[in-house]
């Protein structure tokens, strides 16, 4: 059963503090993305990697970074998380190329307070 | 401007039902997808499809390229139905993906 792991369910954080979520998936697949979800927004691209140690920028990549020093593992770090960070995040993998599925995470409901 | 619109943004229907979710695009494509969402968060691909009607059990959807438009059906509705269902429009580039903002289902027993 394939499988893209986020590593915290919910996480409450305070301002100013670095929050590192982590993303792990077990399907060899090259393509990583992190998106955030908020009500009326729909999900939306903070950056996304298609190698080892590549990433792009997504829609909305100020106040994050990412890390990928390896193919299974696509960690973004909030480096000083504030209150309109409060969000969903998913993560999600696939292969490569166009019109391939998509396997999404359970999603990190993060909280800064 | 939203690349992807989605109709209705929220549903509410009695079990056995037959429910159409719409999404029209505005941008070329080299696919659409729906996704279902459910309480909790995990998101599920349902279908990827570029052209006529794909179907699964219960669920159909299809695409009509022409006019930019494609439909998520669900024949005989169960409450286990109750879900978010997100259509996401994917361009050119393996990155490059316009999701609707969901619709929100519930099926009553």
């Known amino acids: 059963d394939v499988k893209v792991t986020q590593s915290s369910r919910y996480l409450v954080k305070r301002t100013g503090e670095k929050v590192f979520l982590e993303c792990v998936q077990d399907m060899d697949h090259e393509n990583m993305f992190w998106y955030r979800q908020d009500p009326g927004l729909g999900l939306r691209l903070i950056y996304f990697s298609y190698d080892v140690k590549m990433k792009e920028k997504g829609d909305i990549p100020e106040g994050y970074s990412v890390s990928r020093e390896k193919k299974e593992r696509f960690s973004l770090i909030l480096e000083s998380a504030s209150t309109n960070q409060t969000s969903m995040y998913l993560c999600?993998?696939?292969?490569?190329?166009?019109?391939?599925?998509?396997?999404f995470g359970q999603g990190t409901r993060l909280t800064v307070v | 401007k939203n690349e992807v619109e989605q109709s209705p943004q929220n549903l509410t229907a009695q079990e056995g039902e037959f429910i159409t979710i719409n999404c029209s695009y505005s941008v070329g494509i080299s696919a659409l997808h729906w996704l279902q969402q459910h309480p909790g968060g995990g998101i599920v691909s349902l279908f990827m499809l570029s052209s006529g009607k794909k179907k699964h059990g219960r669920l159909i959807a299809t695409i009509n390229i022409q006019e930019k438009h494609s439909s998520l059906h669900i024949t005989a509705s169960h409450p286990r139905d109750s879900a978010v269902y997100i259509c996401?429009?994917?361009?050119?580039?393996?990155?490059?993906?316009?999701f609707g903002t969901g619709t929100s289902l519930t099926v009553i027993p």
């Open positions: 999600a993998s696939s292969f490569e190329g166009v019109n391939t599925e998509a396997f």
């Open positions: 996401a429009a994917e361009g050119y580039t393996g990155n490059q993906f316009y």
